[in-house]
């Protein structure tokens, strides 16, 4: 084949590199090694410490709630055979875990949320009270009018003697 002639006439077939020119890398190299990442934080954390449920399947895990056998997970469970007479195995089987919080055992990885005690948007009503009664009849700190609830027919003298006018 000879170096300056072109077995394959127009079109070309193209790829990426010929297609969009070549490209950089995207991403830029890591500056720290896979073995030396994983033995800072915050991945040696993570793969140190166990979930639940991989604490659970531990050799050494031992639950002195966890029910022993069946009958012990049937006596455990929440069915009142009093109040609830003839109920179906899915409903008699339910347990203490499942139906309340008070149980005392730890169930997820997660912290439990108090909710407020009331809500931020409509926060309660809080009443002022004053640290003295005042007389509803004392005109002493009230609004100067010729219209007055502590005068005679709605009329009062001003502080120099004289009337308001209208």
Known sequence: MPPGRNPFPF?????????VGTRSTQKSPFKVNT????????????NRKPTLASARREVYHFDPKAP?????FVIKSQYDHHNQFLHGNN??????ETVTDEHGRIMKNRVKEVPPPFDPMYPPLQVAEPSK?????SIE????SHHSAATNRGYSRRHDGGFYST
Not at 11 to 19: G, T
Not at 68 to 72: G, H, K, Q, V
């Open 11 to 19: 079109p070309r077939l193209q790829n990426d590199e010929n297609f």
């Open 35 to 46: 073995q030396t990442a994983q033995d800072q934080e915050p991945w040696n954390r993570l």
């Open 68 to 72: 022993d056998d069946s009958l012990d």
């Open 91 to 96: 409903q008699t089987l339910v347990q203490t």
């Open 133 to 137: 009664k005042n007389s509803p009849y």
């Open 141 to 144: 700190g009230a609004i100067q």
